[in-house]
């Protein structure tokens, strides 16, 4: 009985909030559907859900949906009398979902409550929302928008998981995937710099990119410098976020796997994003780098993607290779080798052999140094091979400041 009360307190609850803004928005008398009618909709739903009777369902569906369209045609009609515009169908749409809201909630109540959130919302930031399509959005930035959906709901899904080849080594849906990572990455960056100016833009990009992967981001910015040359400080500081984002989930994966690892590489890498935070602050400050929005000439630079999906995919085969010869008897060269591209993933294959015991832990420390360094190896070779100008050797300093302060820590430590 209590979960029944507490089903229809959320659905009722909803109801008036909905209502409550449409009742708002409109001049009263103007609307069939008010806030009264919102909540006994939502709560009709819940009755529908918890009667669970096809047939009875079915006829409450239909009433509630009948309902909803005689408040359309009702307030189509007053409108023409009044002559005072046009009729839209915003109203009657929130009161379908209401009413689809409260049906959801005996179900799943956290997320009726949620998609309520997000309805209410879309319908409070009604000029916002309008202003931003008609004035803010241009046609390229949407046809770019478009493409990258369409690419990444409707053809990554769908390519083989498995090799093509007898080695294992060439997989479409990883090299699909790949290009997906770097595209949106990239779109991403467009719109950061596009809405938030180009030094919080491109840090953020840089921080949240790396959290996604930090070689999709060192293989963008040095696109985005060469479009922008006035980029290049806060391209730098993008760049030294990207590896903080990175550094930070190294800690997490050390954490999860193993606290004696964690507490070995704690102060090094803590020292490391400090030192790597202090460069940025000192970068974005930079009088040169005025706080301005910079339009970029392509959301989705097709050519460059492919350019980089094939630079970055062949790495990725040829360190396959090399793993392929050498096994994974070698484990210091497994694991510089799989942090060229992917830190954690090497951080954390070494973490779980510590684990199972199969090396020792003097083993797993020096493993993760060698993967630390070969992450920043990669980083060094990305730069200076796609661009090389004073980006490349900014970010190339800031990366010698970080790993010599990370190194001097650690060696005082074990000393």
């Given at each position: 009985m209590l979960s029944y009360l507490h089903w229809f307190f959320i659905s009722c609850f909803i109801g008036l909030l909905i209502g409550i803004e449409r009742e708002r928005r409109h001049p009263q008398g103007t609307q069939a559907l008010g806030v009264r009618t919102f909540a006994l909709l939502a709560v009709l739903g819940t009755f529908s859900a918890i009667i669970d009777k096809l047939a009875v369902s079915t006829a409450i569906t239909l009433f509630a949906f009948l309902a909803i369209l005689l408040g359309y045609l009702r307030t189509t009609r007053r409108v023409k009398e009044k002559g005072t515009g046009t009729a839209g169908l915003t109203t009657e749409i929130s009161a379908a979902i209401?009413?689809?809201l409260g049906y959801?909630?005996?179900?799943?109540?956290?997320?009726?409550?949620?998609?309520?959130?997000?309805?209410?919302l879309i319908l409070i930031e009604r000029k916002r929302i309008h202003y931003f399509s008609r004035d803010i959005l241009t046609r390229k930035e949407i046809e770019s928008a478009v493409v990258l959906m369409i690419y990444v709901v409707g053809v990554v899904p769908f390519l083989p998981v498995k090799a093509i080849d007898p080695w294992g080594l060439i997989n479409l849906h990883f090299f699909g995937l790949l290009m997906a990572v770097i595209a949106s990455i990239q779109f991403i960056g467009y719109v950061a710099i596009r809405i938030l100016g180009e030094k919080l833009?491109?840090?953020?990009?840089?921080?949240?990119?790396?959290l996604?992967?930090?070689?999709?981001?060192?293989?963008?910015?040095?696109?985005?410098?060469k479009k922008n040359i006035k980029l290049t400080w806060a391209a730098?500081?993008?760049?030294?976020?990207a590896v903080c984002a990175k550094l930070i989930v190294l800690l997490f994966v050390l954490f999860a796997t193993s606290l004696t690892l964690f507490k070995v590489f704690l102060p090094p890498v803590v020292l490391m994003l400090a030192i790597a935070v202090c460069l940025i602050l000192f970068l974005i400050s930079r009088e040169g780098d005025k706080s301005k929005v910079v339009k970029l000439p392509n959301p989705l630079d097709i050519k460059s993607i492919l350019k980089l999906t094939i630079f970055v995919g062949g790495m990725f085969t040829l360190v396959a290779i090399l793993k392929l010869y050498v096994g994974n008897k070698g484990v210091n060269i497994v694991s510089f080798l799989g942090?060229?591209?992917?830190?954690?993933?090497?951080?954390?294959?070494?973490?779980?052999?510590?684990?199972s015991g199969k090396i020792q832990s003097s083993e797993a420390v020096a493993a993760i140094n060698l993967a630390v360094f070969g992450s920043f190896f990669s980083k060094y070779v990305?730069?200076?091979?796609?661009?090389r100008n004073r980006f490349a050797l900014l970010t190339s300093i800031g990366l010698t400041l970080m790993l010599l302060g990370g190194g001097a820590i650690y060696y005082v430590a074990i000393i």
């Open positions: 209401v009413y689809c959801l909630t005996p179900e799943m109540p956290l997320l009726a409550a949620v998609l309520a959130g997000g309805v209410l833009g491109l840090v953020l990009f840089g921080f949240f990119g790396g996604a992967s930090s070689t999709a981001v060192f293989v963008n910015l040095p696109r985005i410098v730098t500081a993008a760049a030294l976020a942090a060229l591209f992917e830190l954690h993933g090497s951080v954390l294959a070494v973490a779980m052999l510590y684990l990305l730069i200076w091979i796609l661009e």
